[in-house]
């Protein structure tokens, strides 16, 4: 498979600056490779991406993600920087697309070897605006979806037998039943007692008429009820 030849250069680097000959060395082999790259064609990605190396790889899968949305190559936009950092540089290479400009940006060892690249579309204010709506929709629409599926879901909860709650009902059910039956006693037994409070003087005769009887006085029993027995006439 093929890979991006790259040539091997031998860098010197100070602690905190770039040397001049090591720097032009960088900014030509960045620029190199993003031209190259550039002008891919995309069965040619579709090769390198199966090329096996590493950098080719990660270089080829940052471009294809991001040339649609860049356009065709119109000229470079500024100056290619180089800093170093923990025995790395990073390259930035500014090109200006058709659509939208964008940073390339290269990480090389401290011998000069491409580790990483990374293409950096920066989008104008209005595209950048309209990236944040299009994100704060989704993100409501997101959060509203999911309250509505809540809300399908609680309501689902009734569905779901409770034997707490079939119990409570039984219970009460229960209690209501006892309540209503003592309700429909109550009015008879007081009928009753009024019936005997009327006919007090009844009650009086009868009560004389069987301690004649008998032979006693009327303290010694207590007529509570008079009920009227129907005889079947001969």
Known sequence: MAALIIGSTSMVFAADKVDDSVKNTLVNTAEGLTDTIIGLADADIENYLNSGDDFTTSAMQSWQSSKDELGSKKDKNGETSVTLKDDQYTVTVPVKFEKADANFVYVFDSTGTPVSLSVDVQYGMGKTLQRAGLNTLMGIGTVFVMLILLSLLIS???????????????????????????????????????????????????????????????????????????????
């Open 156 to 234: 689902l909860f009734r569905f779901i037998p409770n034997p707490e709650a079939k119990k409570a009902a039984e219970a009460k059910a229960a209690k209501e039943v006892k309540e209503a039956e003592a309700a429909a006693a109550a009015p008879a037994v007081q009928a009753a007692e009024e019936n005997l409070a009327d006919d007090g003087e009844l009650v009086a005769v009868i009560a004389a008429a069987i301690a004649a009887a008998e032979g006693t006085t009327t303290d010694g029993f207590v007529v509570r009820s008079i009920r009227k027995v129907k005889r079947n006439r001969r």
